[in-house]
């Protein structure tokens, strides 16, 4: 059965059919829903929640989009199994790191990064445009100004290692951006929400930034490697502390 509380007209910006995705979604990631579950009717779901047929029906088809749900005629509407899901859209990144995000589930994030991201700076290095190692040097400015606590920051960031797909020059690589992007944003959010401010990963990101300037591509592949060697064990610190809310 699906979640219980009632949607108000809107919350935190998001529509009506957005909020509802958002807490079934979020419910489904925390285990309350359990694949194989069937959900309850349109009609019972939508009374229940306080909204239209047709809000509670594209929500369900957000989740669907997402791989979380199936829905069939006279079969009904049920939860998928996780394999199904599409655990790097941004959204469904989002709504995880809501609450507090499986530590397996980070691990597989920074394995990804680690596959993806070293091989990207070394493509980087020996392809980059001058523009581009602009924007980068730029993006590195704004870390400095503004600190990875601040969304500036992050927003700083973000845009850093996106580029570095971009200078790629590989559509493949750079289509990754988004999900990447919202790694990156979402794990350095959840690090600074717990209040730990371990180290400074700034001269990790210029350390990166030289080679790829200097077009050397075994060291931009290795000092992307240490980045993120370094940066998943902040996130061990941070999985392992008690949350600050606490």
Known sequence: MASGRKVGSEESGLRIHQTIARDLGTAILTGRHQPG????????????????????REAVRILIAKGMLESRPKAGTRVLPRNRWNVLDPEMLAWMFAG?????????????????????????ARRRTDEQLAVME???????????STPEGRAADQRFHNMILAATRND?????????????????TFKHRKKLLPRDPLPDHRAVFQA????????????MAELLRLALADMDIALAEPNSDD
């Open 37 to 56: 579950e069937l959900f309850e009717g349109e009609i019972e779901a939508s009374d229940r929640l306080g909204v239209s047929r047709t809000a509670y």
């Open 212 to 223: 790829i300037a200097a077009r050397d591509t075994a060291a931009a592949r290795a000092t």
């Open 138 to 148: 730029a993006a590195l400015a704004e870390m400095g100004r503004y600190g990875l």
């Open 172 to 188: 493949a690589l750079e289509a990754l951006a988004s999900s990447v992007g919202a790694a990156v944003s979402w794990t350095t």
């Open 100 to 124: 507090e995000p499986d530590a397996n589930f980070i691990r597989d994030l920074f394995e990804l990064r680690g596959v993806i991201e070293p091989a990207a700076a070394e493509f980087a």
